[in-house]
């Protein structure tokens, strides 16, 4: 008989020297095991029966210069998505009022740039200051960052910036042409210099090999502080991108992967983030049961539909399920690099 060592004994610290093989391991592990493990993992550091929500909105919709095989929003490619201009103050307040009164702890904004433009930023750091003062925690997405960029939006009240490394370095260049791993790196660490806590994630289902999966959460555990909130996207695959009919990844390797996210990272927060509107419940729960206690919330996601707000009521119901409040929200800290050594978890 094959001898498991405890969860314990691998998972415990957050450590930040993640090797390939050693993900793969876990990968490789029987389901139960691994679903074990990282339920072990995940009680360490969370409640289990809570989850946090997020919603999403597209300030700046299409038209995007950029081309990411995935993405319906990039201009390369003929997909439903047309493109808009910036949208009015109002309109998103109107929808972070929405996404509050529905039960959402965070509101996340989204631009189909590829960096921020100066004069984009004022319009952008006033929807995150008057978000916040709706008792919102506040998250953008909005591309690169320029020097100082961070920081500006950090003083408008910028809780969260994401920006994805999406897939391992090697397969990158499969999915991306127009910037680099190091480029998204880059940002990352001027969002982390900034105080800004980081949300950073991939997608999966892209025609990747396990190890490039793998390769993305050695990559995402092994930066110098875990992110704090760690979006698995599946792809939604859309018409007219690249990525339309790429070969459907085993629903039980999907939840390998947020299984695996939650060992490596214990302390972070875990989204089930794209891909749940084509998911069903029982696989949604066994995301949950694999560490994943956050997911985006409202029907929309940028452009792609998400689950009804009534499904995913009923779905917490049916599970005893609660809602993760702003103020128990706060991701537990995560050692930085140089003390891991002496890290307990
Ligand atoms: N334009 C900015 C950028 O790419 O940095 C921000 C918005 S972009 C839409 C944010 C993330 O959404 C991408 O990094 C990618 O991980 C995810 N995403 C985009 N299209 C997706 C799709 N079709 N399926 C799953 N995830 C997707
Ligand atoms: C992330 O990792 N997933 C979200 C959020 N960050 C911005 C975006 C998902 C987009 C899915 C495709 C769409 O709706 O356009
Ligand atoms: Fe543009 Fe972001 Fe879509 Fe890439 S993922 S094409 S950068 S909007």
């Not at 109002?90 to 972070?96: K, R, W």
């Not at 925690?137 to 950090?154: I, S």
């Not at 920006?163 to 910037?179: A, K, M, Q, V, W």
Request: proline content about 8%.
């Amino acid at each position: 008989m094959t001898y498991f060592p405890p969860a314990a004994e691998i998972c415990d610290s957050p450590r930040h020297d993640w090797s390939i093989p050693e993900v793969l391991a876990l990968f490789e592990l029987p389901f139960v095991e691994l679903i074990y493990r990282a339920q072990t993992v995940h009680r360490q550091h969370f409640n289990p029966n809570q989850v946090q929500m997020s919603t999403l909105l597209s300030i700046k919709t299409g038209g995007c210069p950029e081309d990411c095989a995935y993405c319906p929003q990039s201009v390369r490619y003929s997909t439903p998505v047309k493109a808009e201009p910036l949208l009015p103050l109002e309109e998103v307040l109107t929808a972070a009022r929405n996404a509050k009164a529905r039960g959402a702890s965070r509101f996340c904004m989204g631009a189909a740039w590829r960096r921020l433009k100066e004069r984009e930023l004022e319009p952008v750091a006033k929807m995150i200051t008057e978000v916040k003062a709706l008792g919102l925690e506040t998250c953008v997405t909005l591309g690169m960052l320029g020097p100082g960029q961070a920081e500006r939006l950090k003083a408008a009240g910028l809780d969260y910036y994401n920006h994805n490394l999406d897939t391992s370095p090697e397969f990158y260049g499969e999915i991306i042409t127009t910037r680099t791993y190091q480029d998204r790196l880059e940002t990352l660490s001027q969002v982390r210099e900034a105080g800004i806590h980081v949300c950073c994630g991939g997608i999966v289902g892209m025609g990747e090999e396990r190890s490039d999966r793998a390769g993305l959460l050695a990559n995402l555990a092994n930066l110098p502080r875990h992110p704090e909130s760690v979006p698995i996207n599946r792809l939604v695959q859309v018409e007219g991108t690249p990525l339309a009919g790429a070969p459907e990844l085993d629903p039980f390797e999907f939840v390998r992967t947020v299984a695996c996210a939650r060992i490596l990272m214990p302390a972070s927060f875990v989204r089930l983030s794209a891909g749940r509107e084509t998911m069903g419940d029982e696989l949604q729960a066994l995301c949950f049961l694999a560490g994943a206690n956050s997911i985006f919330y409202g029907e929309k996601l940028l452009t792609t539909p998400n689950p009804t707000t009534d499904h995913d009521q009923q779905l917490f119901e049916r599970l005893g399920l609660e809602l993760l409040f702003p103020q128990a929200q706060v991701a537990a800290p995560v050692p930085e690099a140089d003390e891991v050594g002496s890290a307990s978890g």
